[in-house]
């Protein structure tokens, strides 16, 4: 079956560090893949999109990888801080359907503690 | 800009009724989307649209309906309540750039039924 799976144990981390989440998928072969940021009780809020043919992508302080070959994508956020706490979540679309019909991972919670 | 908003915000309904939705967006997006998020399970697609006028299902549609009569709004119907439909919704929007599509979430509506 297709699948999209993130840690779902939170991620615990000392303010300064490098936050490293990871996102795994099988029987996709996405176009792009996207990581997105939901704090309690609101929407998802877009961070990042990587397409296939790119290997790494940054914006300030976060950096995605993308690993067609591992199927898998890694979000890091360096110099972590209290306010990165959140869930973050990655999702992927189908083959070029241009549909906008994204598949999300369940997230994992990411704890920074000051 | 709104950008996209949901009412209500919160509702409880008692089993067998019905009820509808309310998503729209004013930044002019050709598709639309509604997504449930349950506990441990993510956001689930449940309809989409790519234009006024065309709306397909997702991965679980059954027990909701929707209609797309112009580009702002996309309602969602729940056409008898099921305490299965114990959720929160999100509607998002997104425009085609590149064949990749960023989503914009609105902030969400709780849904309780007993």
């Known amino acids: 079956s297709q699948k999209i799976e993130q840690n779902s144990e939170a991620l615990n981390i000392q303010e300064g560090k490098t936050a490293t989440l990871t996102c795994n998928y099988t029987n996709y072969s996405p176009a792009y893949l996207q990581w997105y940021r939901q704090d309690p009780g609101r929407g998802p809020v877009f961070l990042l999109l990587i397409r296939e043919n790119e290997k790494e992508k940054r914006k300030e302080r976060l950096k995605v990888t993308f690993d067609t070959t591992l199927k898998q994508s890694l979000f890091h956020i360096t110099a972590s801080q209290p306010a990165d706490s959140a869930t973050y979540l990655c999702?992927?679309?189908?083959?070029?359907?241009?549909?906008?019909?994204?598949?999300f991972g369940q997230g994992t919670t990411l704890q920074v503690k000051p | 800009n709104a950008g996209v908003t949901q009412t209500p915000k919160f509702q409880v309904l008692k089993t067998g009724q019905s009820m509808t939705l309310q998503c729209a967006q004013d930044m002019n997006h050709e598709y639309m989307s509604w997504y449930r998020q349950d506990p441990g399970m993510g956001l689930r697609l449940i309809h989409y649209s790519v234009g006024a006028g065309i709306t397909d299902q997702g991965e679980v549609p059954n027990g909701y309906n929707v209609s797309r009569s112009t580009t702002e709004d996309f309602p969602l119907r729940l056409l008898s309540a099921a305490p299965s439909q114990t959720s929160v919704y999100f509607c998002?929007?997104?425009?085609?750039?590149?064949?990749?599509?960023?989503?914009?979430f609105g902030p969400g509506t709780r849904l309780t039924v007993t």
């Open positions: 998002a929007s997104s425009y085609s750039h590149k064949g990749s599509h960023e989503q914009y």
């Open positions: 999702a992927l679309d189908r083959i070029s359907s241009n549909t906008g019909k994204l598949i």
